[in-house]
């Protein structure tokens, strides 16, 4: 059953420490979105690769967080320094993008953040 | 740049009554839609999506939805809801190559009262 594949599931960190969040999409999928979700705000989009390039990463805080693609099995976005405002639930979906059916994404089960 | 409205953010409704989750989306191109729903402690799961062709699509969990190009909507719906419906429900709209990006709405969470 393919499935998208966050590592790790929960994450407690002190503030200004590094934090990585992995991704292994879908084999064969084309699309990966990063979203952070808060009570507050929501679902927000962070960032999104296709056939892994950044297309659009306007959601994210340039100065703290940057989000790659080293190759097509494995995504990170990572958080550096970390700070208490960063405590949310990470989610990364893939999906496959193709003409004139737009791109449904498959989530995986996040990663949540505690920034202490 | 595609936007989506959920208005309502609670839905309250008695088991085995019927339902409806509303959306509103707005572009300026085609687009597809979708509804996402979010248990606790979970992910999220693809329940229906519009792409093309008939307006009216079936999901799982019994769950359909109605495409309206002219009220730009695309409503959920479920004739008789379970305990087991208890979650988040997400609308999104993505668009084609360039426009791809899924963006969500705020959410609705259904509750359903023995």
């Known amino acids: ?116 | 740049a595609q936007s989506v409205t959920q208005l309502d953010s609670q839905v309250p409704v008695f088991e085995e009554a019927p339902v409806e989750l509303r959306c509103n989306y707005s572009s300026s191109v085609s687009v597809y839609l979708f509804w996402y729903v979010q248990y606790p402690n979970q992910g999220l799961q693809l329940l229906l999506k519009y792409l093309s062709g008939s307006t009216l699509v079936k999901g799982i969990n019994g769950f359909e939805a109605e495409f309206n190009k002219s009220q730009t909507s695309f409503h959920l719906r479920k004739p008789s809801v379970h305990i087991s419906d208890t979650a988040e429900y997400f609308c999104a709209v993505s668009a084609n190559f360039g426009n791809e990006k899924l963006t969500f709405g705020t959410g609705t969470r259904l509750t359903i009262i023995p």
């Open chain 1, 1 to 116: 059953d393919a499935r998208v594949t966050q590592t790790p599931r929960h994450k407690v960190t002190e503030m200004g420490q590094e934090v990585t969040m992995r991704c292994q999409p879908i084999l064969g999928h084309n699309t990966v979105f990063w979203y952070r979700q808060t009570m507050m705000q929501g679902l927000e989009l962070l960032a999104y690769f296709r056939n892994r390039a950044p297309l659009d990463d306007s959601g994210m805080p340039k100065d703290r967080f940057s989000a790659e693609m080293p190759d097509a099995t494995l995504a990170t976005l990572k958080i550096q320094p970390s700070e208490p405002r960063d405590s949310a639930v990470y989610f990364c979906a893939s999906g496959l993008t193709r003409d004139r059916a737009g791109t449904e994404a498959f989530f995986g089960q996040g990663t949540r953040l505690t920034v202490v």
